[in-house]
């Protein structure tokens, strides 16, 4: 425990400083448990909407200095990566929809 009066002073703004970076913290896992969730039920507009909010409290929390920048980067590239890939898995399952439909025949010409 501290004993000198600057320690003491110390100790009491080390204590606040973690109380307020435990709740940035806690809304940046939040934030990517959310993106992660929507990624996981395919929706692929609500993980869209969800990404662009955890980037920005993502970019937040590292202008503070709670989180390392490259720690930042690297969980927003890697969720952008997974939304990403999301959508392009959904649009080959589009595109086989359409492939999987019987032929169309060809329109008459009139003469």
Same mark, same amino acid.
């Given at each position: ?14 204590? =606040? ?16 448990? #959310? =993106? ?6 395919? #929706?692929? #507009?609500?993980?869209? @909407? ?32 997974? =939304? ?12 086989? #929809?359409? @492939?999987?439909? %019987? %032929?169309?025949? %060809? +329109? @008459?010409?009139? +003469?």
């Amino acid at each position: 425990m501290a004993t000198h009066k600057s320690a003491i002073k110390r100790a009491r703004q080390n204590r =606040v400083q973690r109380t307020r970076n435990t709740g940035y913290k806690t809304r940046a896992k939040n934030a990517i448990n #959310e =993106v992660r969730l929507a990624i996981e039920n395919k #929706e692929i #507009e609500d993980a869209r @909407l969800s990404l662009s909010k955890a980037i920005s409290i993502l970019q937040e929390v590292q202008a503070k200095g709670i989180m390392h920048k490259n720690t930042a980067s690297r969980k927003i590239s890697r969720l952008a990566l997974q =939304v990403n890939k999301l959508a392009v898995t959904d649009s080959e399952e589009d595109k086989g #929809e359409k @492939l999987d439909s %019987p %032929p169309q025949d %060809p +329109p @008459l010409s009139q +003469p």
